[in-house]
């Protein structure tokens, strides 16, 4: 694959801990992010596409990042 992109140590780790979670927990994360993270984890190369796609998911939950606590 000529446009493949390695996945960092960090986005591993960073990865591996949420599936961690999950298991824990025993639930969050919906197929097509279970899948991501099993393929970060595992530092498979990401094709242009991924990249593309992991882009437009974050740019879509930036507002996460500022929610301070969570009222459920």
């Known amino acids: 694959m000529s446009d493949a992109f390695k996945p960092t140590a960090k986005m591993a780790s960073n ?3 949420g599936l961690k979670l999950r298991k824990e927990f025993g639930r ?3 197929d097509v ?3 991501r993270a099993k393929q970060l984890s595992a530092q ?3 094709s242009a ?3 593309t796609s992991m882009h437009s998911y974050f740019a879509r939950h930036k ?3 500022d ?3 969570h009222e459920w």
Do not use: R
């Open 28 to 30: 969050g994360g919906t």
């Open 44 to 46: 498979e190369d990401l």
């Open 33 to 35: 992010g279970v899948n």
């Open 49 to 51: 596409d991924d990249l």
């Open 67 to 69: 929610i301070k606590t």
């Open 63 to 65: 507002v996460d990042k």
């Open 15 to 17: 990865a591996e801990k």
